[in-house]
């Protein structure tokens, strides 16, 4: 595409031109490892143009093969994402002509998977730090746990990822250093970066185990040249008095919510917006209501200030509400409008106050409040009242940060607060897990362990007691669980709510449900049973939401459901999504489509370690599907067919059948898995066609239900060995006969009987699987080996559903 120069584009884009500091870090030699600048300089626009220069207009081809293809923006909090989603994409709507690149939200359910089959275009993925994390760990909250390898390898190989304000993320700095240490270690397909910006960047908290902390040649900063541009120097200079409010209750006594609303409505300007920032959820709703009931009934009056909430714990739709009230300024002639935030406000909202009041907090989060008061210097002056915390009434921060923010605040008092009168500090937060090798290889393996549990990726995301679970609520007839075929969540309906939370609000009685993909039903959760990420199913008669104060579990109203799109239910282990695409399709022609889907990612990934494995990733694509000749899959496939065309059509074995797609089914032999005796059938030393392990391991892993190990479903029956009668692993039998297979190309099976001694432990006379694949993940690593499977995986489904399109 032709653009001139870096001015041009982010003119075009933004119909201002940039600062000097954003044009710099644009053209720099590569992309630093900290972005360090001031509150309302722009860095998420510097970030984005930046990034979309070097992927899209440099004029130096080297510089756009050597920046990824995806922009990652991991953000602390949730209320942001959106916000920021919407600005970017407002960026790239105003460049003419389209540079195609998608903008994609991470915030659980299914809608956000789309961008998952398209490796090969540029894309830029938002989300927070619980979603993005917990897929850069191979653990996806709020996902179904067989498509946690896709993103996994799509956010750790040909992506540059943008941490924004560290000042909030807690356990997950040490976790983005730690990552971008491992991808440089252990080899990414395709570029790979991280970014951290803030505008109080400690960088003492980017040293861990094995990532340095970065030296000063890696730390952009602004310069006394930008610092005199009009538009900085009135961020920098805006004047805001800090001032102490000395209140009569403790912020954990009962009358401390009605002082606080009065002491806000005093200090209210007509006319202008007030910011009142408290530090927890419960606080901020207590506030909301105390300010309400002040103004009288729900704040009808015509000279009341408009009232608005804002925190975590919302649903999508109820924040895009908030958020865009938000958007709209507040008339000069009107009352105006006090705004209750928690520390969400702190980080990429672009909002402003002429007077703002806020509860003590650490002090890089304190300068990052007071940056939302006066932000642009738009006001003559204006105020800043903090409020002390002493004892208790500090959770959730530590005692230490919070003494050191007092002791500058004291010293400030009558003072501006600035930008540029601000004293650095803040102290490193300690104490934190830290992701090391071996955890990373570890959660490669997604399989539960033998007690049917996961790996707990919760201390590497977020402190301890900010983890949450994700809560939908929906009406369905009966007082039991949810049926079968409820449509999986989408994340319009989902709802984080703290763990801690829920564990108390269930054990009033509540009941709430999760999908067990064991037994292919949603389940009664109990109390210990509760984890970090799940999704959990609610009748709306439960309550434990309000629309306007959003989780709340002393909320007793039935909760309206969010209208949702019909979809698909959830995946089980037996389950084959993308089996049933409206017409009949045979195993040749179907394994011809994944091999050509292949064959066209590679040539539009061309450059990329991806290359290298053409013949294994071809050879995959070729035999994948092998086991679905087996009579299980084929009896599955027929069944329903008067006799005559059941007789017909036996004689071919067969991909896909013409029902619904995405209906689920049952196997005569419980969660019988294909791709299983695709592999088994490969292993077979008298008919081996010579694929590698590198190729066998693609065939397995095509599913994300066989990977390293050949594993029984835990405590499930016909999955272990029997007393009576021949072994079965995922409804695959010890001898089982797979009939000759012709897929094409020169890829014949003969007849083969299946072994299932792969799945023993050793390295003896039948070489185990599970050494195999753990010799694969050596020699690969983590992250390419993740990539390669989730090219087969994805050609796959695109090969299915153009199938399914045809028939349309």
Known sequence: MNMQSFKELFTQATSHPPFSYQERLADAAGPPAVLNAPTGSGKTAAAFFAWLWRRRYHP???????TPRRLVYCLPMRVLVEQTAGTIKGYLDALEPDPGIGVHVLMGGEADEEWQLEPERDAVVIGTQDMLLSRALNRGYAMNRFRWPVPFALLNNDAFWVVDELQLMGAGVPTTAQLRAFREKLGTSGPAGTMWMSATVDTARLETADHASPG???????????????????????????????????????????????????????????LVIVNTVTRAQALSAALLEALGKKGEREEAPEVLLLHSRFRPQERRGKNALLAQASGPQGPGRIVVATQVIEAGVDITSATMVTEL????????????????????EAEIYWI?????????????????????????????????????GGSAHEGYQVLRRKDLFELFDTAPDLSGNDVDVSPFIRDAGETDVYLCWRDWEGGGPPPVEEPRPQREELCPAPIGQVHEFLSTGKTAYLWDYRDRAWSRV????????????????????????????????????????????????????????????????????????????LEQLSGEAAGNFKDELLAAAMWHDLGKAHHVFQETLLEGLAEDEKKERSGVPWAKAPREPGRPFTHSRPHFRHELASLLALLNGSSEPGLSDLALYLVASHHGKVRLAIRSLPGRDGHSRRAEGPQVILGVEEGDRLPAVDLGGGCFMPETDLSLSAAEMGTGETRSWLSRT??????????????????????????SIKARLEVR
């Not at 009009?230 to 403790?250: F, M, Y």
């Not at 959770?395 to 650095?424: H, N, V």
């Open 526 to 601: 109990a109390q210990r049973d509760l984890f970090p990420g799940q999704v959990l199913l609610m009748h709306r008669k439960e309550g434990g939401y309000d629309p306007q104060a959003g989780w709340d579990p002393a909320a007793e109203i039935a909760v309206e459901p969010v209208p949702a799109a019909p979809g698909d239910p959830e995946e089980s282990g037996g389950d084959d999504q993308h089996t049933f695409t409206g017409s009949w399709q045979s195993l040749q022609a179907h394994s011809r489509d994944v091999a050509g889907e292949i064959e066209n990612l």
């Open 60 to 66: 130096d081809e080297a510089v756009r093969q050597s």
């Open 774 to 799: 753990l010799d694969l993940l050596d020699r690969h690593g983590p992250f390419v080996l993740a990539y390669l499977e989730t090219l087969v995986r994805t050609s796959d489904i695109r090969a």
């Open 216 to 274: 000063n040649g890696e730390i952009f900063c602004l310069n006394e040249a930008d610092a005199r541009e009009d538009r900085i120097r009135r961020c920098l200079e805006a004047r805001k008095v800090l001032r102490p409010l000395q209140l009569k209750s403790g912020a954990n006594a009962k009358g401390y919510p009605k002082e606080l609303a009065k002491a806000a409505l005093e200090l209210h300007r007509p006319g202008r917006q007030t």
């Open 361 to 380: 907090a650490p002090w890089p989060s304190m300068v990052q409040r007071f940056g939302r008061c006066n932000r642009y210097g738009e006001e003559g």
């Open 388 to 424: 002390d915390l002493p004892g208790k009434a500090a959770a959730p921060y530590g005692a230490p940060s919070m003494d050191e923010a007092r002791e500058m605040l004291g010293e400030l008092e009558g003072s501006s607060a600035a930008p540029g009168s601000l004293p650095q």
